[in-house]
């Protein structure tokens, strides 16, 4: 079981609201009705003013201001207390007649005050009418009393003449009266319960250690998906991509920072990055995990409705150990079929070579011994609203596969058909699309029907041959990517050898190192489509050679740097290649288009130079700087 959230201020004020709601329905005698009734209303209005200004200062991250309201809270408690046993030995001194429809009315006012402590004014944005039993319809500009706010996103509410029902809470907005000042604490109270309520329900080990940060910034940006979700436009299951807020974070969780050498802790070596002198190269270091799967295809995905255009579909990959992402995030772009819309499927047949970005064959190299590491996938879609414009990131669903059974022994190498869950990975019982759900009753046949409509993830786990493990033992000790760039990556590696082990004067200076390679190579695995022209350079110059030159290792580093410079360096700097812009058809189709003139003038030229010299070739100034390596200053970004 994962350890539970200790019980912060504003749990123990909720809490404390709650005894107080339970004694106020206790059936005890009442002497001074009026006085208690007073007494509870002051008492309530109390707790009520405490609570907002509790949620104020959570949001405003003010841990000083809890601890004084706890202990007030806690003061008017003892107080309430010793008033409450005094009034109770005056009643036992009176009549009781008439004690029990007293007390009934009592128990009503109670509950009244109560939910009206607890409850919030909001007013509608626009009509609803009700879908189903227990929903309540309303108008626009209709005051409705919130009674209980649910993380659905719908709410119980009354309206004026007293009928209760559920409403979605994307048609509400919150009743401003003199000014704006209880609309902010109650937007801030709003954001305080669906933390608060998250944290419970999915029972996560520690926020600080769980990226929780990009959890909480998926949930600030779920007002979208609520409307979206009310409009019948997406599945009730969709929500904001996890995995692509860690990437929009920072660079901690894309391929080019795990891609660089990581300091021993003695900071005098590397750690994953040795030299062996009887090759003459890098030392291949074996991991915990390395395999290599392959993405077959994904099934019956749910899709939104016209009123959003999908701009791209795709799955992203990681290491997961249920509470972390461990590595790098990769993605892998899928395609599919007008008449099999639901279908996505994987690495497709292509003229020439097949882009990295639909590439299905992945490898995965991991250090980690949690007994709980597993792969995460989250299948997700870049859309824009046609209405608005407005473009985002949704996920359809994720899966985690682990790699280890209960007994520590690493799973077989075979085909998985793996079926998706809604929401979020931290989230638990949540279902992609609701009207195929897996709890259906029924017949066996049912059951079975209902089973080939989940959706699902087709993934399959290969076992390494001896080729395949020293290649996968060449890579760092951490990283997850496509198999088709592989053999670069290794050419960098190699270089990064030669440049930090072998051809060093001084294993203590710290020196910037002037080796363009080093300094821009990085920058292709965010730029997959200036990989992909890396990629072809390199197999129409290698075809060019003989078999012995093929097996001479340091000359295929040679001739590699020269098709790196005559290809990727003049790309970076052109002005002509629009910046990479993720699933923008026009700026993808605008950008291969210079790199195709590019390389169709290079073959005819026989390399960049006369490309280079040319009048027409127009190139962006750049410092010395940007093609110097700092490797301490790589490392201290990784170490941070």
Known sequence: MLPRWPRGPLPC???????????????????NYHQKKEEEHSLLDKLTHQLQELAMSISRENITEIGELTEREEDDDSAEGDEEEDDDDEEESKESGGEEEETQEEEKQGNESHLQATSKEYTAVGNFTAQQAGDLTFKKGEILLIIEKKPDGWWIAKNAKGNKGLVPKTYLEPYHKEDGQESSEEGSEENVDVGDETAEELEVKQRTGSHWSAVRKALSEINTVDVLTTMGAIPTGFRPSTLFQLLEEGNQFRASYFLQPELAPSQLAFRDLMWDAKTGTIRSRPSHVSLILTLWSCKMIPLPELSIQVLSRHVRLCLFDGNKVLSNIHTVRATWQPKKPRTWT????????????????????????SPDLGILFELGISYIRNSTGERGELSCGWVFLKLFDASGIPIPAKTYELFLNGGTPYEKGVEVDRSVSRRAHGSVFHQMMMMRRQPQLLVKLRSLNRRSRNILSLLPEILIGSMCCIHLLIFYRQILGDVLLKGRM???????????????????????????????????????LKRSEKRDGEFLKAVFLLVYHDCVVPLLHSTFLPPFRWAEEETEAARWKVIADFLKQNQENKGALQALLSPDGVHEPFDISEQTYDFLGEIRKKAA
Not at 13 to 31: I, M, N, S, Y
Request: proline content about 9%; aromatic content about 6%.
């Open 506 to 544: 001084s294993m203590q200076s710290a020196d910037f190192i002037s080796n363009p390679v080093l300094a821009t190579f990085p920058k292709l695995l965010e730029q997959p489509d200036v990989m992909d022209a890396l990629r072809s350079s390199w197999a129409e110059k290698e075809s060019t």
């Open 13 to 31: 004020l909720q809490h404390r609201g709650q005894e107080l709601k339970q004694q106020a329905d206790e059936p005890t005698p009442v002497g």
């Open 346 to 369: 994987f690495s497709p047949q292509v003229t020439g070579i097949l882009p990295c970005l639909l590439d299905g064959d992945c490898f995965l190299r991991s250090n980690s011994l």
